[in-house]
């Protein structure tokens, strides 16, 4: 009878310690990158001082607005804040009942990835328009740790998937 509790007990400490081991490695509870350095020994953290504190640059937050003013379809402009950079454009809907969303916004090393979708949003006795409609929208990302090398902007509409928008930042 010792031998089942102490195998059981031995069974708990190593899923415990896999799962401690997952969340030192720069992972969010929910299987989700939280952007750091992926721990381990990478020489990306900083040397001679004794510790591995991550110095690249990590997500902390994500706004998205739908704007009135769209001006030019299947466009992005791209702008650096101090800690936060805005993607700002027009996607085309394919019917009135359209609503432009964040589908995601990544970070890969020290690349951006804004991807905005136009997405069919409406009840199901609602009746939409059958015309393309250009759908303004604003995108915000805010970081830790500075600001990513480069933004790309990706539209997800009407059957394509496009890059519309791509800047590096001024270092």
């Given at each position: 009878m010792k031998r089942r509790t102490l195998l059981a007990n031995a069974a708990v400490a190593a899923t415990s310690a896999g799962f401690a081991?997952?969340?030192?490695?720069?992972?969010?509870?929910?299987?989700?990158?939280?952007?750091?350095?992926?721990?381990?020994?990478?020489?990306?953290?900083?040397?001679?001082?004794?510790?591995?504190?991550?110095?690249?640059?990590?997500?902390?937050?994500r706004s998205f607005a739908r704007t009135d003013e769209c001006s030019e379809p299947e466009s992005a402009e791209i702008e650096y804040g101090e800690a936060d950079v805005t993607a700002t454009g027009c996607i085309r809907g394919r019917s009135g009942c359209a609503r432009a969303t964040l589908k995601r916004a990544t970070l890969d090393g020290d690349r951006l990835e804004i991807v905005v979708a136009a997405e069919e949003a409406r009840d199901e006795d609602e009746a939409c328009t059958a015309v393309m409609v250009d759908l303004g929208y604003e995108a915000v990302v805010e970081f830790e740790r500075g600001l990513p090398k480069e933004?790309?902007?990706?539209?997800?509409?009407?059957?394509?998937?496009e890059t519309v928008a791509t800047e590096k930042r001024d270092a």
């Open positions: 081991g997952c969340l030192a490695n720069g992972e969010s509870p929910n299987g989700g990158d939280e952007g750091g350095n992926g721990g381990g020994n990478d020489s990306e953290g900083n040397e001679g001082d004794g510790t591995d504190a991550p110095t690249r640059p990590a997500i902390a937050d933004t790309a902007v990706v539209h997800e509409d009407v059957d394509e998937r």
